[in-house]
C-alpha cells in the first residue's frame, strides 16, 4: 500500500496527523487502495508512488495457523515427514472456529499442496461450568485442568470430558462428575489388586467352552462391548464407548463376575480355579486396552503388572470382536443366576433381614428350574442364604417378603422368603410403607421424564434405556410390597 513515509499517532478514531500529510491522508482514505502481490511493486499504478507500508497484520494467527498442517511437517523442504502425515484423516475443533481456522486450512492445504489436509472434522462441544456458563476470569467460575488433574487425577479428567461429549451439547463441567470418575479408577484399581492376588497359583489355558458357565458368559459379554466400544468410535460417539465401559467394569466386572469369580478359587487347587484365573487374566488384559484411549495412564501402569506380550499397552493391538466367544446360552444362565441374587438382596435390603434366610423359588418351567438347583450353591453362597428351595408343588407360607419374578427368556416364578421364620413379622409395615413412597415418588419422577420429547430426543441411548428399566424394576418393586401388605 503506497503510503507516506510517517506513521500516525494516536488511538483509533482519535488520529493525529501531521498538517503537511492531511490532504494526502485525505486523498488516500478516498482513493488508495490496498496492493495484494507476491513482492513488492516498482510503483503504484493508482498513483505511481514508490514508497511502500507493508500491512503488519498480514500474517496474522488465523493466517498462521492455517498453515498447521504441513508447516509443523517441515514444508516448504520436502521431507518424509511430510510425504507420510499430509494429508491426514481427522481434525478435531470446536463449532465457533469453523470458519477462521478451519475453512482456511482447508484453503491453504489446496493452495500450497494441492490436497485438502482432512476429510474428516469431529466438531466438539464447549466446556462451560456446571450452570452452564461460559468460563471467565472476571466470573470466577474457571475450573483449572491442572489443578483438577492434581487434585483428581488426569485419567478421571480425561474419562469425563469423553463421557459427556455428547453431540450437539455443551458440556457442563463440575468437579462432582470429575470425582466420580476419580472414584471409577479407584475401582479399577482395586479390582486389579484383587485379580492380581488370585492369579498366584496354576493356570489352565482351557478352551473356553470347557470353562465355568461364568467365564464363559463374561467373556462373551466383554466381547460384546467390545464391538458396541468400536461402533461408537467409529461414529464419534466418543461418549457412548465411555459410558459403555463405564458399566461394563463398574456394574458387570467388578460388582458381579469378579463375586463369581472368588467362589471359582475357593478350591486353589481344583481344576475350575486353574480357568478362572486364565480367564481373569485374559479378559482384565483385554480391558486395559479397550480402555486405554480413556485412561491411558492408570491402563499402562497396570499393564506392566500383568503378564503381556509388548512392552507397552500404547503399542498392543487395540481389541475387536471375537465371534467365537459369543454365547448367549451362556450369558442367559449368568443373567438368571444375577437376577435372582439380585431380588434376594433387594427383599433383603427393603426388610433389613439381619441374618441368612430361606428362600423359595416357586417356579412350573421345567428346564429354568433345573438351572437353578444346578446352580443352587453359588446363588446360596453369594446370596448370604442359609436354604434354597427351588420347585413347582411348594407350599407357599402365609407371611413372605417378596413375590412375582420375571426371569430372562420370560420365564415366571415366585421368589419368597418366610418373614415368620426369622421373628422380624409385624416390624416392617411402617418400612414397607416407608418404601413404598419412595417407589411412588421414584416412579412419578421416571414418568415425567420419559413424557419429556426433548429429554428423549437429546439424552443419550444408555441414559434414556437406564431410566426405562429403573422405572420398571420399581414398579415391580412396588406391586410386590402392596401384595405384601395385602397378606
Known amino acids: 500500500r503506497a503510503l507516506p513515509q510517517k506513521p500516525l499517532t494516536g488511538q483509533p478514531g482519535e488520529l493525529e496527523i501531521p498538517d503537511d500529510q492531511k490532504e494526502t491522508w485525505q486523498w488516500i482514505a478516498a482513493e488508495a487502495a490496498p496492493i495484494v502481490a507476491m513482492a513488492q511493486p516498482e510503483h503504484c499504478s493508482n498513483c505511481d508512488g514508490k514508497e511502500f507500508v507493508q500491512d503488519p497484520d498480514v500474517l496474522d494467527t488465523w493466517f498462521s495457523s492455517a498453515l498447521w498442517p504441513f508447516s509443523t511437517l517441515g514444508w516448504p523442504k520436502k521431507i518424509k515427514e511430510l510425504d507420510r502425515f499430509y494429508p491426514t484423516s481427522v481434525l478435531v475443533t470446536s463449532f465457533d472456529i469453523i470458519f477462521f481456522w478451519v475453512a482456511r486450512?482447508?484453503?491453504?492445504?489446496?493452495?500450497?499442496?494441492?490436497?485438502?489436509?482432512?476429510?474428516?472434522?469431529?466438531?466438539?462441544?464447549?466446556?462451560?461450568?456446571?450452570?452452564?456458563?461460559?468460563?471467565?476470569?472476571?466470573?470466577?467460575?474457571?475450573i483449572d485442568p491442572l489443578e483438577i488433574m492434581n487434585k483428581y487425577g488426569t485419567d478421571a479428567l480425561r474419562f469425563t470430558l469423553a463421557s459427556m461429549a455428547s453431540p450437539g451439547r455443551d458440556i457442563r463441567l463440575s468437579e462432582e462428575r470429575i470425582e466420580g470418575n476419580r472414584n471409577f479408577a479407584n475401582k479399577i484399581w482395586n479390582a486389579a489388586r484383587l485379580i492380581l492376588m488370585k492369579l498366584e497359583g496354576p493356570r489352565e489355558a482351557a478352551p473356553t467352552q470347557g470353562r465355568s458357565v461364568f467365564d464363559q458368559a463374561i467373556l462373551s459379554k466383554l466381547h460384546r462391548s467390545i464391538g458396541q466400544v468400536n461402533d461408537s468410535l467409529n461414529s464419534y460417539r466418543f461418549d457412548e464407548a465411555a459410558n459403555t465401559l463405564y458399566h461394563f467394569i463398574w456394574h458387570e466386572y467388578c460388582d458381579w463376575y469378579l463375586e463369581f469369580a472368588k467362589l471359582g478359587l475357593s478350591d486353589e487347587h481344583s481344576k475350575e480355579a486353574?480357568?478362572?484365573?486364565?480367564?481373569?487374566?485374559?479378559?482384565?488384559?483385554?480391558?486395559?486396552?479397550?480402555?486405554?484411549?480413556?485412561?491411558?495412564?492408570?491402563?499402562?501402569?497396570?499393564?506392566?503388572?500383568?503378564?503381556?506380550?509388548?512392552?507397552?499397552?500404547?503399542?498392543?493391538?487395540?481389541?475387536?470382536?471375537?465371534?467365537?466367544?459369543?454365547?448367549?446360552?451362556?450369558?442367559?444362565?449368568?443373567?438368571?443366576?444375577?437376577?435372582?441374587?439380585?431380588?434376594?438382596?433387594?427383599?433383603?435390603?427393603?426388610?433389613?433381614?439381619?441374618?441368612?434366610?430361606?428362600?423359595?423359588?416357586?417356579?412350573?418351567?421345567?428346564?429354568?428350574?433345573?438351572?437353578?438347583?444346578?446352580?443352587?450353591?453359588?446363588?446360596?453362597?453369594?446370596?448370604?442364604?442359609?436354604?434354597?428351595?427351588?420347585g413347582h408343588q411348594i407350599n407357599r407360607p402365609l407371611q413372605v417378603a417378596g413375590g412375582p419374578l420375571t426371569l430372562p427368556g420370560g420365564v415366571n416364578c415366585e421368589l419368597l422368603i418366610d418373614l415368620k421364620e426369622l421373628g422380624i413379622l409385624g416390624k416392617d409395615q411402617a418400612r414397607i410403607q416407608k418404601r413404598l413412597q419412595e417407589l411412588t415418588t421414584q416412579i412419578e419422577r421416571d414418568e415425567k421424564t420419559l413424557a419429556n420429547a426433548q429429554f428423549l430426543l437429546k439424552a443419550p441411548p444408555q441414559e434414556v434405556e437406564k431410566i426405562k428399566t429403573r422405572h420398571q424394576e420399581c414398579r415391580v418393586e412396588r406391586d410386590n410390597l402392596v401384595g405384601e401388605l395385602m397378606q
Open 274 to 390: 486353574a480357568q478362572t484365573r486364565t480367564t481373569l487374566a485374559e479378559s482384565f488384559e483385554l480391558l486395559l486396552r479397550l480402555l486405554h484411549p480413556f485412561m491411558p495412564f492408570i491402563t499402562e501402569e497396570l499393564w506392566q503388572r500383568l503378564p503381556h506380550e509388548v512392552h507397552s499397552i500404547m503399542i498392543a493391538p487395540f481389541p475387536t470382536v471375537n465371534p467365537a466367544l459369543l454365547n448367549e446360552t451362556a450369558e442367559r444362565t449368568y443373567d438368571t443366576i444375577k437376577q435372582v441374587i439380585a431380588t434376594i438382596q433387594d427383599v433383603r435390603g427393603v426388610h433389613t433381614i439381619p441374618k441368612n434366610p430361606d428362600v423359595i423359588i416357586r417356579i412350573t418351567d421345567k428346564a429354568t428350574e433345573q438351572l437353578l438347583m444346578n446352580y443352587s450353591e453359588q446363588i446360596r453362597a453369594r446370596a448370604r442364604l442359609n436354604t434354597l428351595t427351588v
Open 105 to 142: 486450512m482447508i484453503m491453504m492445504g489446496l493452495y500450497f499442496k494441492k490436497a485438502v489436509p482432512f476429510r474428516t472434522i469431529y466438531i466438539h462441544a464447549l466446556v462451560r461450568d456446571a450452570e452452564g456458563q461460559k468460563m471467565s476470569k472476571s466470573k470466577g467460575n474457571v
